[in-house]
């Protein structure tokens, strides 16, 4: 299932800076970034779960935010890109 990420974590003391590094690599581990805080993830429903959790583990609630969006299995329909940034298929061929 294809999943949005976005999250928004407060930097005005040094733990939001070490919040934001360590929620930034965990969506890497996992997705593809197609915004500065804006990654999309093409995962099965237990893996996402797993890295939701983690998420919600690495957030401060009271100072960051983090946002799910859920565009499911048939999501090529859902998703338009205009611009100058190319964008991927997460479903296409890998190249090594």
Not at 40 to 62: G, H, N, Q
Not at 77 to 82: C, T
Not at 86 to 94: A, F, L, S
């Amino acid at each position: 299932m294809m999943v949005i990420i976005s999250y928004d974590v407060s930097t005005s003391d040094p733990n939001g800076k070490k919040r934001l590094r360590k929620i930034a690599k965990e969506c890497q581990n996992h997705a593809q970034r197609v915004q500065n805080s804006v990654f999309e993830a093409d995962l099965d429903y237990s893996s996402f779960l797993k890295l939701k959790s983690k998420l919600i583990d690495l957030m401060d609630s009271e100072k960051d935010s983090l946002r799910f969006y859920y565009l499911g299995n048939n999501w090529h329909k859902r998703v338009e890109h205009i611009g100058a940034k190319t964008t991927y298929d997460p479903e296409g061929v890998i190249i090594l």
